[in-house]
């Protein structure tokens, strides 16, 4: 068998002097990338801020706007009670107009009965007995009859 043939071996003296560069190439890999890490974690932290106070804003107008909301539907109930009673109270008006004219039309019935009275009392006095005459009397006098005397 023939012996395995060997490679040669680096030069030890080139691998020092490659030393320093290699460490230097590390050293502003890994200074890169701490910047790098630094300026994300700012910007980061400027998202972070903005989107709190953005959440602070909406808050604030989620806050208003329940309020606005309460505020109208107050409004609306009141407006609905306030219908309501404006309905009985005109309903209430009705009536009250039909009782005028009915006391109206009661009222003339009354005075045409009133006028037609004293012809008929007359006719009647002559067939009543003196006492229910004098009781007769004092009736009209004291306005029991709904006549004026």
Known sequence: M???PRLPRPNDGK?????????????LGAMA????????????????????????ALQNQNSTLSNQLAH??????????QSSELAQLRAEVVTLRQNARDFSALQRQNQELCA?????RSSLTN???????????????????????
Do not use: M, W
């Open 2 to 4: 023939s012996p395995i």
């Open 15 to 27: 691998k020092q002097k490659h030393l320093p560069l290699v460490a230097a190439i590390l050293f």
């Open 33 to 56: 990338s701490l910047t790098v890490e630094d300026r994300s974690r700012e910007k980061l932290e400027q998202t972070r801020e903005s989107l709190t106070r953005e959440f602070a």
């Open 72 to 81: 109208s539907e107050n409004i609306k109930s009141t407006s609905l009670a």
């Open 116 to 120: 037609r009275l004293p012809s008929q």
């Open 127 to 149: 067939q009543l007995s003196p006492d229910d005459q004098y009781i007769l009397e004092s009736t009209q006098h004291h306005g029991r009859d709904g006549c004026a005397s």
